[in-house]
């Protein structure tokens, strides 16, 4: 999923784990932060296989495993949660890209692993010989992205359902709803970029 998504579900949970703990703006970022930090690899998708950001570590479980290892010895000596919380809201993200194209969640077969919902099998098996049908390999997965009315009909409602969540359970951090529409403003200003790249 996009960053934007990503942005939404993790102040929903954020705001939601917010009324239960009552964070403190540090802790209310941390945990928000964790959930869509990982998409920031994008800046070096250049660097990626076939431009593919998500067979970078960052988009594994390796790194969230470590913080929620982390995260149980800090409860169980110091009694402090957020660390642990925030292992599982970058986990979170983790495993809600495995529906879309699939993630490399153990990084080291270097292999997308997840159910991989906007690729039919045959698009799966070659891959490659799509990706060369474009100018640039990204125009494949944000044609296939921006043309589902799945993908639309998702943005929407959690957009709705972080509007709702943040104004119940954390109306005092309102305001990281600007961090939604600054990862939609991202997306759509590549999203034209990459049609416009097609055109030319």
């Not at 784990?17 to 250049?46: A, G, P, Q, R, T």
């Not at 010989?129 to 998702?154: A, E, H, V, W």
């Not at 972080?162 to 119940?168: D, V």
Request: hydrophobic share 50%; charged share 15%; glycine share 4%.
């Amino acid at each position: 999923m996009h960053i934007n998504i990503h942005i939404a579900v993790g102040i929903i949970i954020t705001s939601i784990l917010h009324y239960f703990f009552n964070f403190n703006l540090i802790e209310y970022v941390f945990v928000l932060l964790l959930s869509f930090i990982c998409d920031f690899d994008i800046f070096f998708i250049k660097f990626a296989k076939n431009q593919n950001h998500r067979l970078y570590i960052t988009h594994s479980l390796i790194p969230s495993i470590i913080l929620i290892i982390i995260g149980v010895i800090v409860i169980l000596f110091f009694d402090y949660n957020v660390i642990l919380l925030g292992g599982f809201s970058y986990m979170f993200h983790i495993l809600i890209d495995t529906f879309d194209w699939g993630t490399n969640l153990f990084y080291f077969p270097k292999k997308q692993n997840g159910f991989k919902l906007l690729m039919s099998l045959e698009e799966l098996e070659n891959l490659p010989r799509y990706l060369s049908q474009y100018k640039n390999p990204g125009s494949f997965f944000d044609t296939k992205y921006y043309n589902n009315s799945i993908c639309m009909i998702i943005e929407i409602t959690l957009f709705c359902m972080m509007l709702i969540s943040a104004f119940i359970f954390a109306l005092e951090y309102i305001y990281f709803i600007s961090f939604y529409f600054i990862g939609l403003a991202f997306h759509l200003s590549r999203h034209y970029q990459l049609k416009k790249s097609e055109r030319n």
